[in-house]
Antibody, heavy 118, light 113 residues
């Protein structure tokens, strides 16, 4: 069974940083393309970033508003993907999901809540 | 960025009746190299993460009931639930994976009438 478990969310002050983790199991993590998607309270889904598998180059892509502030990475030896978030703003308050896939977002974790507030 | 626009924003349908949700993309999602539409549909029930229902505009994922179907071409796509069940109450999103940044429609909230 595919499982994705996000962690690292919490309360952070504006201007602060946070690193989210996504641990995967039940599938070949090293061959999976990993994504982060967020959902602000009561709002829709917003794709943040993707990292391809190393066999596919390991390259990264970002939504325009996140470029320069957010960094996606992966550690295949730990079956884990990360999202480093810097210079956080109140508008970044959301549930952050990781999801597998490059041709459709196949599997999703339960999400981790990030609250940016003073 | 490709803009995805869904209609309606909300929909109330009686149990056993048909529900139809539309999704329009700002450019074609057809990849000519494989003749596939890079369009998916997701379902999000209250308090849960999204679930991937349909890929390539019309291909149901394993385990998805056959009352769910997808269709469309070019820039216009449709999700149809042929006979609404109580467990289908959810928000439905279309999403393009033709190119990054991947983008979603704004969502359609489906309720029971």
């Amino acid at each position: 069974e595919v499982q994705l478990v996000e962690s690292g969310g919490g309360l952070v002050k504006p201007g602060g940083s946070l690193r989210l983790s996504c641990a995967g199991s039940g599938f070949s993590f090293s061959n999976a393309w990993m994504n982060w998607v967020r959902q602000a309270p009561g709002k829709g889904l917003e794709w943040i970033a993707q990292i391809k598998s190393k066999p596919n180059g390991g390259t990264t892509d970002y939504a325009t508003p996140m470029k320069g502030r957010f960094t996606i990475s992966r550690e295949d030896s730990k079956n884990t993907a990360y999202l480093q978030m810097n210079t956080l703003e109140t508008e970044d308050t959301a549930v952050y999901y990781c999801a597998t896939g490059g041709l459709g977002l196949d599997y999703w974790g339960q999400g981790t809540l990030v609250t940016v507030s003073s | 960025d490709i803009v995805m626009t869904q209609s309606p924003d909300s929909l109330a349908v009686s149990l056993g009746e048909r529900a139809t949700i539309s999704c329009k993309s700002s450019q074609s999602l057809l990849y000519t190299s494989d003749n596939k539409y890079y369009l998916g549909w997701l379902q999000q029930k209250p308090g849960q993460p999204p679930k991937f229902l349909i890929r390539w505009a019309s291909s149901r994922e394993s385990g998805v009931p056959d009352r769910f179907s997808g269709s469309g071409s070019g820039t216009d796509f449709t999700l149809t639930i042929s006979s609404l069940q109580a467990e289908d109450v959810a928000i439905y999103y279309c999403q393009q994976f033709y190119t990054t940044p991947y983008t979603f429609g704004q969502g359609t909230k489906l309720e029971i009438k």
